[in-house]
């Protein structure tokens, strides 16, 4: 059984720091792409970063490009979302998520992904 489950957010301030955690079970990285989505109140779900099965790409949506990292402890069946200099634009429940065959063109879509963790609430204040 896949699952995931996502913690680590809260409240910080725009500028601040905040480092997402995923733990995962049931499936191997090397086989599965996992995806960190983000949803504001009335916006549609948001690929923010995504890491290819294998780990061996990476993909960032242009908005957190050069402040979030996208990284993975194997030992720890975790993958992890470091966001830095954290804007108030980035207050939203973010997901993340596995996929089985997720080619890299499609990383960034929720659609190209089968399990869900459930969201964690990130919220900035300015």
């Known amino acids: 059984d896949v699952q995931l489950q996502a913690f680590g957010g809260g409240l910080v301030q725009a500028g601040g720091s905040l480092r997402l955690s995923c733990a995962a079970s049931?499936?191997?990285?090397?086989?599965?792409?996992i995806g960190w989505f983000r949803q504001a109140p009335g916006r549609e779900r948001e690929g923010v970063s995504c890491?290819?099965?294998?780990?061996?790409?990476?993909y960032y949506s242009d908005s957190v490009k050069g402040r979030f990292t996208i990284s993975s402890d194997n030992a720890k069946n975790t993958i992890y979302l470091l966001m830095n200099s954290l804007r108030s634009e980035d207050t939203a429940v973010y997901y993340c998520?596995?996929?089985?065959?997720?080619?890299?063109?499609?990383?960034?879509?929720?659609?190209?992904?089968?399990?869900w963790g459930q969201g964690t609430q990130v919220t900035v204040s300015s």
């Open positions: 049931g499936f191997s990285f090397d086989d599965y792409a």
């Open positions: 890491i290819s099965a294998g780990e061996r790409s990476t």
């Open positions: 998520a596995a996929g089985g065959g997720v080619i890299l063109t499609s990383m960034r879509y929720s659609s190209a992904y089968d399990h």
